[in-house]
């Protein structure tokens, strides 16, 4: 009973160590886009990414935004008013980001699924980082908030934030 | 404001005005012109796009940052793209209060937008009566008399001006002339964030300006009973930094003189030199 338990342990423990990134880790998250009585409603634009410990974004996860053309011009005009989302990566990227951009989405809690197979992710060293949702609404305002997670996760993980103004409940959960 | 450097700015401009002796005496008094503040506004200073526009407004006042003393003139308007190549402004117009200019950022990267002046101004006493001049060294000889009576002669050299990013910030515009005071970012002028340090270094042609006196004072001062000025003062390497306590539009201003003057009858050169900054929130 012992010896099949401990040859078990170290099976785990190895296969852990030899395919760190091929391990089926999985970055769940649930996005709350609040209902809001205002005279004048445009769905958010929402940038989900990872920060490092340095502050600095380590992986783009998710951009909405609308990316058609306005008579008010290219609404890519507006990406700039997720200032964090832009000062820390969207003035270096050209979108549309494959895997990342997508349009602006409903009132609703939106929940969002990403692989270590997503190529950002799978690129993450391992270490302690920081979630961050950034969300602005046209003639509304703007909201940040943060989870902090360790990655690769070795066991299941999971962080909440609430957002007050912009953003609902923002949920996050890591699968081993 | 530096007088002199007002005055040349207002002179220039109100050539073409009938109010000219009006706008001399203003200039002429100390008071006054110090109190004014010279800058450019931008209509934003982060942008993304293939060819945005932004405006600009121009303007001379007391408060920060509205309209309520005269325009700044358009003509010495001094556009550079970021690749380092002169960019028009576009659609300019002179109010009573304020000039106004468009700029299509037609390229990725860091404009630098400014209004330089600099120059030679004159004065003396001709038959009783007092005569200003206006000019290059070249122009003095023959435009100014050899025999001018109390003869006063004074350089300036003054810059105002502000900076607006496409995309992703760059440095190329940014690099120093080398002709009177300059800021030398350490930290980009467009990636200036409430409650974050920024560094920047002053250089007086070229060279590390030490011990100059910098205020710093954000717009909005008609809703506040304060200016609320950061007074800061550059180190031996010129460098300085400064904590924006909250987000804003900045007006920072620097003033300093010396005798490097172009002209041998020019004994004193004022130097002046304003940048608008705009600082976002977290």
Known sequence: MSKINITTQLTIAL???????????????????????????????????????DQKAAANL????????????????????????????????????????????????????????????????????????????????????????????????????????ELGAVALAIKP | MNSAFLFHFLQEHSMKRTAFALVLSLAAIPFTATAHKAWLQPSQTVIAGTDPWITVDAAVSN????????????????ITAPDGSKAEPQNGATGKYRSVFDVQLQQQGTYRIAMVNGGLSASWDENGKPKRWRGTAEKFATEVPKDAKDLKVSQSVGRVETFVTNGSPNDTALKPTGEGIELVPVTHPNDLFAGEEAKFKLQIDGKPAAGLEIEIVRGGTRY??????????????????????????????????????????????????VATLEVLPQ
């Open chain 2, 224 to 273: 506040r009973n304060a200016q609320d000025e950061i007074k800061v003062t550059t180190g031996a390497d010129g460098g300085f930094s400064v904590t924006w306590p909250e987000a804003g539009m900045y007006w920072l201003e620097t003033t300093s003189q010396d005798g490097r003057t172009s002209l041998p009858q020019a004994r004193q050169r004022r130097l002046t030199y």
């Open chain 1, 62 to 165: 998710s951009l909405w935004y609308q990316a058609k053309d306005t008579k008010e011009g290219n609404g890519t005009k507006w990406l700039p008013d997720l200032r964090q989302w832009w000062r820390k990566s969207g003035r270096t990227l050209k979108v549309p980001v494959d895997g990342v951009s997508g349009p602006t989405r409903p009132v609703g809690k939106h929940a969002l699924k990403f692989g270590d197979r997503r190529s950002e992710l799978s690129k993450l060293a391992p270490g302690n980082y920081t979630l961050v949702v950034e969300a602005v609404r046209e003639v509304g305002g703007r909201e940040l908030v943060r989870i902090p997670f360790t990655w690769p996760a070795k066991a299941p993980q999971a962080g909440n934030a609430q957002g007050s103004s």
């Open chain 1, 15 to 53: 296969s852990g160590l030899l395919a760190m990134p091929a391990y089926a880790a999985e970055l769940n998250l649930s996005i709350e886009i609040p209902q809001l009585n205002v005279a004048e409603y445009h769905r958010p634009y929402v940038a989900v990414w990872v920060e490092g410990a």
């Open chain 2, 63 to 78: 408060d920060l940052f509205y309209f309520n003393h005269v325009a700044l003139p358009l003509e010495r308007v001094a």
